[in-house]
């Protein structure tokens, strides 16, 4: 066939394909998707994820066996947490007894999805959290050695049991009281001989049994005014970390944000990104990088109407995740829940008007909100020093 003649006929060919695509449905000419959160994050050497709990197959839960949650985690996150499943109150019954069962099944999940796990938390240290068995524990007549053994017996078989599994733990969990700034004394510290031998001891034990990983300190501290004092706690512990020599790699930034009224969010941002800053400079300063660890925003202060307060969330953790993708010390941002219809703050803080929170990248039916659109936005946009 001459030259001319077979570019005649690819040609024709060519045009008849796209007159063909141009009558199939938009689905069927869609050959991609829009790219997932942890997908637009890997562009920045970050990582995007969520918390996700246990359950039986099918349940109505925030949970890898409810497919429709399941689909939110695959399509947006790259890093997982439990929400509550490798606490001591779910996996150690009683002193002498570990159960996994539920973690196990979560992780192995993950780890068929591609996807990486955080271990939260080794030790919670306060005591409303503990499990009844070590509220009332008799730590008999060499309560520091047995306070010893419990905390060190419980660090080692979590972190010999998964390896290299769990790349990241929150060894220590909310040590600093919110309201004064001190450390938390409970049974178990006072038996150990004191909070900050204790807590130094959690993370040289996680450092041995886990040299891998890294070790994170993990707070509720907040940017919002009232929240001084627990972030000059927190920056003393940080500073006796370093002071000390304690293997301490990183401080967790829970998150859990909250606009204290519904004033505009560059309003709100003006009075409180000052001071976080300074926190976050004294933080990186001290060499220790930064991972937020449990992100959503409580919107109880915000207004009834759906649309306006939803755009009111998105507006605010736009304001705060400016400040905090600044720091190059920051590489994972995980939700604390990836839907409304699960989320933790549903029962925690409920709205006075009755009307259900929206306070994740999903709202109840599962389609993304504002909140995902901007984390999305800013993940493409916002620049990274």
């Known amino acids: 066939m001459p030259l001319d003649a077979v570019r005649l006929d690819r040609r024709r060919l060519l045009a008849g394909a796209a007159t063909a695509a141009a009558t199939l449905p938009l689905a069927a000419q869609a050959t991609s998707v829009p790219p997932g959160l942890n997908a637009l994050a890997r562009g920045r050497q970050m990582r995007i994820g969520s918390a996700l709990a246990w359950s039986r197959p099918g349940a109505d839960a925030g949970s890898f066996a409810n497919p429709a949650y399941a689909r939110l985690l695959e399509r947006d996150c790259g890093l997982l947490v439990p929400e509550n499943q490798l606490k001591w109150q779910a996996t150690r019954p009683a002193p002498d007894r570990f159960d996994f069962t539920q973690f196990d099944a979560m992780l192995g999940w993950a780890e068929a999805h591609r996807m990486a796990m955080r271990g939260h938390t080794l030790l919670w240290h306060k005591s409303e959290y503990f499990p009844r068995w070590l509220v009332g524990h008799d730590f008999g007549a060499t309560p520091a050695r047995e306070a010893e053994r419990l905390l060190t017996t419980h660090i080692d078989t979590v972190c010999t049991r998964y390896g290299t599994r769990i790349g990241s733990y929150d060894v220590v969990n909310e040590t600093v009281d919110e309201k004064t700034g001190a450390l938390r004394e409970t049974n178990l510290s006072r038996a150990f001989g004191g909070t900050e031998a204790m807590l130094d001891h959690a993370f040289h034990t996680a450092r041995a049994a886990a040299p891998k990983a ?172």
């Open 214 to 385: 890294q070790l994170v300190y993990n707070d509720y501290m907040s940017w919002e005014p009232g929240n001084e004092a627990h972030r000059a706690g927190v920056l003393r512990l940080l500073e006796g970390f370093r002071k000390r020599g304690v293997p301490v790699d990183a401080l967790g930034v829970q998150s859990h944000i909250e606009p204290v009224s519904d004033a505009p969010a560059g309003v709100l941002a003006a009075r409180q990104e000052k001071p976080w800053r300074a926190f976050l400079d004294a933080v990186t300063g001290m060499g220790y990088q930064l991972l937020i660890t449990e992100f959503d925003v409580a919107d109880q202060h915000l207004p009834s109407d759906l649309a306006v307060r939803q755009r009111q969330v998105a507006d605010y953790a736009g304001v705060y995740l400016d400040v905090m993708f600044a720091y190059p010390q920051l590489r994972d941002v995980l939700f604390w829940g990836m839907c409304d219809k699960y989320s933790w703050l549903n029962g925690f803080k409920p709205r006075k008007d009755g009307n259900k929170p929206s306070v994740t990248a999903y709202d109840g039916d599962f389609r993304p909100t504002p909140l995902r659109d901007m984390v999305a936005n800013k993940l493409r946009t916002v620049p990274r020093s």
